[in-house]
């Protein structure tokens, strides 16, 4: 049989995010009660009872009360960015940036929403004053991290992360985004020893351990991977990326049944999946089911698979 030397690639996770903090300034509010009080509490505790809509008419109201306190802006920001209104979040940061200039946590916040605009480098502007105001801001330096992540610099992301973890040692999710990063600069060692390290700490995140799975394939551990893999998968079954990394490195294993075993419940979950149908017929191609083969590499090639055409034109004529 002709061998196959396809071009096919692990799967690797995306980093994880962390979301912003509810903090309620300190400030006049906080030692008087007023009618705009009230409406901020109001505003607040509807928030955290998920009423987002009803805690920003509170907090509309508490702002036109009187303007020239932080609380109702800050507060009515965080909401803003719940609702996915980024924009006019960055405003009431602002807002209270011009009003509480030393408050690290509005440039954090602001950041925040700039990162969800994709506006990498003015979230990172805003990080940075974050950790100048608040030394130790884990929450920012790891933000600050993701921006840079996405930006393609991912030498200065780990080194953000690595002050995320001088303030927080038991920082899991920086561990993770440290080792997908020192991945993408091709220190598989250090990657596995940080995703290592997140497991100790966090048991249950499957991205985890797709992500070593990745890591230990890369250096061509196989076994290794699929035992990381495997968990992934029983952590969460819908997981397809999970999935389809074990076949993959089933069949390196050359473990053919299993893989194509693997491939069918990704299919099952997402028979759009042209990856799955083009390597599904490369296992069943060395189990020399061509037929098959054939007709796998014939949807995926309809699906827009150029590596599939390709077998098309070699091993099907």
């Not at 394939?217 to 035992?227: I, L, N």
Request: aromatic share 10%; net charge neutral; with cysteine.
């Amino acid at each position: 049989m002709r061998r196959i030397h396809p071009a096919m690639n692990f799967i690797l996770r995306k980093p994880l995010f962390l979301l912003s903090m509810v903090l309620l300034l300190a400030g006049p509010l906080a030692a008087q009660k007023t009618p705009q009080k009230d409406l901020l509490d109001s505003g607040i505790l509807k928030a955290k009872l998920g009423d987002l809509k009803a805690a920003l008419r509170d907090l509309d109201h508490a702002v036109m009360m009187d303007t020239t306190v932080p609380e109702p802006y800050y507060n009515r920001g965080l909401v803003r960015s719940q609702l996915k209104d980024y924009t006019g979040a960055i405003r009431d940061f602002t807002k209270v940036m011009s009003m509480k200039p030393m408050l690290a946590e509005s440039y954090y916040n602001r950041g925040l929403a700039r990162d969800y605009l994709r506006d990498f480098m003015g979230a990172i502007r805003d990080y940075d004053k974050a950790v100048l105001l608040k030394a130790n801001y884990f929450e920012a330096y790891h933000n600050m991290g993701l921006a840079k992540y996405d930006l393609g610099d991912y030498q200065d992301a780990i080194q953000d992360f690595s002050r995320a973890l001088q303030y927080k040692p038991d920082f899991a999710e920086a561990f993770y985004n440290r080792g997908l990063s020192r991945m993408n600069v091709h220190d598989l060692s250090g990657a596995i020893q940080d995703f290592n390290e997140a497991i100790k700490l966090d048991t249950m995140q499957y991205e985890f351990y797709s992500s070593r799975g990745a890591a230990k394939a890369s250096q061509e551990s196989f076994g290794d991977a699929v035992r990381d893999f495997s968990i992934a998968k029983s952590i969460n079954p819908s997981d397809t990326n999970a999935r389809m990394n074990l076949a993959l490195a089933l069949m390196y294993l050359k473990r053919y049944p299993e893989a194509v075993s693997e491939y069918d419940q990704v299919l099952d979950i997402n028979p759009e999946n042209e990856e799955a149908l083009a390597n599904r017929g490369v296992a069943k191609h060395y189990l020399a089911d061509q037929p098959g083969a054939c007709e796998d590499w014939k949807q995926a090639s309809s699906k827009g698979s150029e590596k599939a055409k390709g077998y098309l034109l070699k091993f099907c004529q």
